[in-house]
Nanobody, 117 residues
Framework: QVQLVESGGGLVQPGGSLRLSCVAS????????MAWYRQTPGNRREWVAR???????NYVDSVKGRFTISRDNAKNTVYLQMNRLKPEDTAVYYC???????????WGQGTQVTVSS
């Protein structure tokens, strides 16, 4: 079973930066679009950034201009660079292939991001 492992979260002050990593256990995801999602307690998981190709990325309005998604297929890794973080960015962050019909099989444990002074 292919697995996704997220890392890089932590506690950061407002205005700070973090870089999240999502490593896949194989190159299975390299040919698919990938996305970063986040979830807060009591709320649904929402996607915040997705990469369809090296020149085609999408972002939700709340993170545009602050977050950047990228990938390195040689390392089976997707990144999320998060700058100018805000308290409302606090959540558990996950990655997955957004258009996979069986994406529920691949959710990892996520990585906690807490933005607080």
């Amino acid at each position: 079973q292919v697995q996704l492992v997220e890392s890089g979260g932590g506690l950061v002050q407002p205005g700070g930066s973090l870089r999240l990593s999502c490593v896949a256990s194989s190159n299975f995801f390299n040919k698919f679009a990938m996305a970063w999602y986040r979830q807060t307690p009591g709320n649904r998981r929402e996607w915040v950034a997705r990469i369809l190709s090296s020149c085609n990325q999408n972002y939700v309005d709340s993170v545009k201009g602050r977050f950047t998604i990228s990938r390195d297929n040689a390392k089976n890794t997707v990144y999320l660079q998060m700058n100018r973080l805000k308290p409302e960015d606090t959540a558990v962050y996950y990655c997955n292939g957004p258009f996979l019909p069986d994406l529920d099989n691949y959710w990892g444990q996520g990585t906690q991001v807490t933005v607080s002074s």
